[in-house]
């Protein structure tokens, strides 16, 4: 029996954390994992990511190639070799490909632990060698986010950091639930500095949800489908009662006149 080593790890649950996991190996199995002790900002790991020797050691995992043996939605399957996979792949690819043409093939990859494991740049490259293949448009996941930096700061992927919050004296999570999605391992810590500095934080989002019950002082249950309605009767009375910092719009905003006749229903075609 070998005695036990600490791997230092990350979690890459795809929820915007990357925290540390330090995790107790021994005779090549995982016996526990917890927090990294060095206490750095925003790096504590959630139960999720302490919890992933129970992932790993799943009795449902799926660990090899499973090939289906009766009707489909039976859910009858068995196990194949690797190298039977690999060529049934292969050959369906190459199949369609003739059939129909490259452009029938198409590749949607994926974030967090996909992500970090299989990287789409190696798809790209097998399939443009094999004579290429169709893309997605957009961010599967994240497309309205992608609008929104492009209209606020003129680029992707770009926004202020979570300290920006104990700047804040009113913070909106809109349909966020970062006590369990995380978004940023650091979020979290931001938003309890930020309340406990006198912010005033309401969550609006159907769920009543643990992000709501830790920190908000208001929750307002809009109903699904609803939210793009409800931000503009908040800009309806923001501009009805005088109350948007007309200096700031006519410095850093372009358009705001069309927005206002939109908002107030005297838009051509809009009711």
């Avoid at 009113?170 to 979020?187: E, H, V, Y």
């Avoid at 609803?226 to 372009?254: C, G, H, I, P, S």
Wanted: contains cysteine; proline residues 3%; glycine residues 12%.
């Amino acid at each position: 029996m070998g005695e036990e080593k600490t791997v230092m790890s990350v979690c890459s649950s795809h929820c915007g954390g990357v925290c540390l996991l330090k995790v107790h190996v021994k005779d090549g199995q995982i016996t526990r994992i917890e927090n990294d002790e060095g206490g750095e900002l925003g790096l504590t790991a959630c139960v999720r990511g302490r919890a992933y020797r129970q992932r790993v050691y799943a009795p449902d995992r799926l660990k090899f190639p499973m090939k289906r043996v009766g009707a489909r939605g039976e859910g009858k399957f068995e196990r194949i070799s690797w190298d039977e996979a690999l060529d049934r792949v292969a050959k369906e690819l190459i199949r369609v490909r003739n059939t129909y043409g490259p452009g029938s093939i198409i590749l949607r990859g994926g974030g967090g632990d996909l992500g970090a494991l299989h990287r789409r740049t190696v798809m790209d490259r097998l399939l443009g060698l094999a004579g290429g293949y169709s893309q997605t448009w957009g961010y599967i996941s994240f497309e309205g986010g992608i609008y929104a930096e492009l209209a606020t700061f003129g680029t992707t992927l770009t926004r202020g950091t979570r300290d920006n919050l104990l700047h804040s004296r009113l913070i909106l999570l809109w349909g966020w639930d970062p006590a369990n999605t995380i978004q940023d391992s650091s979020t979290c810590w931001y938003l309890v500095r930020a309340k406990e500095a006198g912010a005033k934080i309401i969550s609006v989002d159907p769920r009543y949800t643990d992000t709501a019950a830790a920190f908000a002082h208001q929750w307002v249950p809009v109903r699904p489908g609803t939210d793009a309605a409800l931000l503009v009767a908040m800009a309806y009375v923001m501009v009805e009662r005088n109350l948007k910092d007309q200096k700031f719009l006519d410095t850093y905003t372009v358009g705001y006149e069309d927005f206002k006749k939109y908002v107030l229903g005297r838009k051509v075609g809009v009711l």
